[in-house]
């Protein structure tokens, strides 16, 4: 069953204001609905895993964007310093209004994310959240059998557990600059024995589930499911990015990437429980340009535009998480209403998302999510600060357009300079990109980052020399 002919299949009793999805017990069962319960008014949705039964909270805490000392992340703030106060304040927050589900890496906030969720978590009862985290052997110097194992011993330790509820391969698809997809993949997981070693630490107890996140080469994607199909390996669930305008248009926005509609039918159709990754496109579909977002108030006034989006990633059938990275306690609040119950996309609902999917792929912004994975950068660059900005100023409508002999031209090229050199320092900026590729290789969205860097530090040169 694809998406449309679930909604279909749900849209009669989905009335935007008065049903709600509560649970799906198994992949075999209906939703249960509840009628007369608004966003917010009732209990976190949950998810059946039906390999294991786990309750699983369809809200997802991702902690790849953790609050530091100072405000913000360390996006924002690189220097700084983890606030491990606030998230346990934050994730206190979570477990009792319903989150369960954690998702972590030793990648994720300068290595330091799995000791500041060990710590938040192990202040609770073991058996009142899952925790979700990854082998994340991107870097040569963890490709041997023992580095790989070390990696795994050491989430562990750091996460103050004796077994992972959810363990990934870390952004399968991907390659180097040496390495295709296929020879990457290979090197960091079946030349070493690793993936053979963690079947065995799932035998063990150590791993409840064994699964991968996605990203890049699809050859790679369609390859483990074959296997899946084989009986060669069996993935207990799989993490792919989902969002409405990736499910038809990550492959117009980026050739390289997949589209959403592809990946969810492949799992779907073999009963793979489906963990979502990028429902608000990094942030951007919560921040819509006015035009846009007038469509969406005329048809929920009250409704931000991330909610949208959140129920938009968890209304298909055989989800079981939709992750979110949650910096702040107001957007964790917010996510939390959203999904407290999560009421379903109706089918007019959809029609008007996929309307507002084409009108946002035209705007031409870079489809950088701020994962970070491409920094640091060599050169000192702050590359998703760039992008974010560059994004923002045209999502926002403030990019310097029109007539050159108007003023209002000109006040926006003020503007949008000024704004440059407030969000990125000087020599954080693009002119500084000396096009070394180091970044581009880890990008999991398939981005040519020296190049639209440089076409970047072009379009300010042009506004600079006018």
């Not at 249960?32 to 039964?53: A, F, S």
């Not at 429902?279 to 009250?302: F, T």
Request: aromatic share 10%; proline share 5%.
């Amino acid at each position: 069953m694809d998406r449309r002919d679930f909604i279909k299949h749900i849209g009669g009793a989905a009335v935007a204001t008065s049903v709600v999805l509560s649970a799906c017990k198994s992949e075999n069962e209906k939703p249960q609905v509840m009628e007369g319960i608004l966003d917010g008014q009732g209990e976190m949705t949950l998810r059946t895993n039906p390999n294991t039964g786990d309750r699983v909270s369809i809200l997802g805490y991702g902690m790849m964007r953790l609050p530091v000392e100072g405000g913000g992340s360390m996006r924002d703030n690189p220097d700084s310093e983890i606030d491990q106060e606030m998230v346990n304040e934050e994730v206190d927050y979570a477990l009792t209004h319903g989150v369960n589900y954690f998702d972590t890496s030793p990648a994720y906030c300068k290595g330091l994310s799995e000791r500041a969720t060990g710590i938040a978590l192990s202040r609770h009862p073991r058996n009142s959240y899952y925790i979700a985290t990854k082998l994340s052997n991107f870097s040569p110097s963890t490709w041997s059998r023992e580095a790989s194992q070390a990696m795994f011993e050491n989430s562990l330790k750091e996460l103050q557990t004796d077994y992972i509820d959810y363990l990934l391969l870390h952004s399968i698809g991907g390659e180097t600059q040496d390495l295709n997809s296929e020879q990457l993949f290979n090197t960091r997981f079946m030349d070493n024995g690793i993936l053979d070693w963690l079947v065995e630490q799932k035998k063990a107890g150590r791993i409840r589930n064994l699964g991968f996140s996605y990203h890049g080469d699809v050859k790679i994607f369609d390859m483990l499911l074959q296997w899946h199909d084989e009986g060669r390996y069996h993935w207990d669930f799989v993490q792919i990015q989902m969002n409405y305008v990736d499910w038809h248009y990550a492959k117009r926005i980026n050739r390289r990437n997949t589209d959403a509609s592809y990946l969810y039918n492949e799992l779907h159709k073999r009963g793979i429980p489906g963990v979502i990754m990028e429902p608000i496109l990094g942030g951007r579909l919560a921040s819509l340009p006015d035009y846009i977002m007038k469509q969406l108030k005329e048809r929920e006034p009250e409704s931000p535009a991330a909610r949208w989006a959140f129920r938009y990633a968890g209304t298909p059938d055989g989800i079981l998480v939709v992750l979110s990275g949650m910096t702040y306690m107001e957007h964790l609040k917010q996510n939390v209403e959203t999904y407290s119950p999560l009421r379903l996309i109706t089918p007019e609902e959809d029609e008007l998302l996929m309307k507002i999917a084409e009108q946002y792929v035209e705007l031409k912004t870079v489809p950088c999510t701020a994962c970070n994975y491409c920094m640091p950068c060599p050169f000192g660059l702050n590359i998703p600060a760039i992008f974010g900005y560059y994004n923002k100023s045209i999502t926002e409508g403030n990019m310097p357009t029109g007539n050159r002999e108007a003023r209002e031209y000109w006040e926006a090229r003020k503007r949008f300079l000024i704004g440059y050199d407030r969000n990125v320092p000087g020599l954080r900026q693009a002119n500084h990109c000396i096009g070394c590729n180091q970044c581009a290789p880890h990008c999991p969205q398939n981005i040519d980052i020296p190049n639209e860097l440089h076409r970047i530090d072009e379009y300010v040169e042009q506004l600079k020399q006018i």
